[in-house]
């Protein structure tokens, strides 16, 4: 299976069309799982292949396009979710447990409609948009993902929020049952996050619902999870049950939990040092040749992670060595 995964590999750097490249690499791991490989990939930390349902009427759009998307497997066994364990290939192994159907959303807070929302009242299937972006972890490595969401502003405008709502707070589900490792305080539960309003409006901030055209997998935030390219991953909350209008600059987990490591803005900045390491480079995973950081190269981190055109002028004014 691996050799096999490999001569794709090899097809696509002589020329296969990107947008295509994933869909049929996915379309082989599907009937891989199908011809008896099933057996082998819990060996690799992996999900079901091909268990998620694809979605329909995706809008494809230029963000990214001409990004090299980073392999289906790495995507889906390399993650960050503290709920199902704190390895890489935990959230993999553990977030079945996790039941994003069907599922609630609370709004509250400064807005004209509040109260308990459907999944089908927040995302609406003609609002989706497939966006290509790069993401970039705090802990120094990076992945190129092709994900289906929606525009948050466009989540936002049907929630009518008043001029008091300066900041948008997010809350990820808290249940032990579904987040066996909300059982041990390893982070203050439930995980939260938050964006200044003209943040979670601007157009590149989405709901993501999905990857690689399909469903997304629990272990990367099943069902709706957000997604902020210019900033550090932990941003972006998986498994959102709370949506709120605030005042004030809310907390985020890991602002609160290591304060003098981890800021609330947490832009990607080449120029702000993480007290114990470097952000000057990353390790791009691209997912071939192995999923760990370790085999991965080197690059130069950009500012805001290569979107500075786009929302440089969110910052203008501000201090961001004090504003991490
Ligand atoms: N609820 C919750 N959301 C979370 C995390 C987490 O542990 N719990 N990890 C964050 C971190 S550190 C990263 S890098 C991204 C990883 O997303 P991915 O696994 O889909 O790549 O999710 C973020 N969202
Ligand atoms: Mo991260």
């Known amino acids: ?163 008091k709502a300066k900041y948008i707070a997010f809350e990820t589900l808290l249940d032990r049952q579904q987040m066996p490792l909300q059982k041990f305080p390893i982070l203050p539960w439930p995980y939260v996050e938050g964006l200044r309003m003209d943040e979670a409006m601007h157009p590149l901030t989405i709901m993501a619902i999905g990857v690689f055209g399909s469903e997304m997998p629990n272990q990367n935030g099943a069902p709706m999870r957000l997604v902020v390219p210019w900033k550090y991953g932990f941003k972006g909350i998986k498994s959102i049950v709370k949506i709120s209008f605030v005042e004030k600059q809310p907390p985020s987990t890991w602002s609160v939990s290591t304060p003098h490591e981890y800021g609330f803005y947490s832009n990607v900045n080449p120029e702000v040092d993480h007290p114990r390491w470097s952000q000057k480079r990353e390790r791009l995973i691209t997912g071939e040749g192995g999923f760990s950081a370790l085999f991965a190269k080197k690059i130069e981190t950009k500012m805001f992670n290569g979107y500075a055109e786009e929302v440089a002028g969110l910052y203008a004014g501000m201090d961001l060595k004090k504003n991490f």
């Open 1 to 163: 299976m691996l050799i096999k995964t490999k001569n794709i590999s090899d097809a696509k750097s002589s020329e296969i069309v990107q947008q295509d490249f994933y869909y049929n690499r996915r379309k082989f791991l599907t009937s891989a799982a199908g011809l008896g490989c099933a057996a082998l990939l819990p060996a690799l930390g992996s999900p079901a292949f091909g268990a998620q349902k694809p979605l329909k009427n995706v809008q494809k759009t230029a963000w990214g396009d001409k990004l090299q998307p980073t392999t289906f497997d790495a995507v889906t066994t390399y993650n960050n979710f503290y709920e199902f364990g704190t390895l890489k290939s935990d959230p993999s192994k553990n977030a079945h447990t996790l039941k994003p159907h069907p599922w609630t959303i609370e709004v509250s807070g400064h807005a004209d409609k509040t109260g308990k929302f459907s999944y089908g009242d927040i995302i609406k299937p003609h609002q989706l948009e497939e966006r290509i972006y790069r993401m970039r972890c705090v802990e120094g490595w990076s992945m190129v993902i092709p994900w289906v969401g929606v525009p948050l502003a466009k989540i936002i405008k049907r929630l009518e929020p008043t001029s």
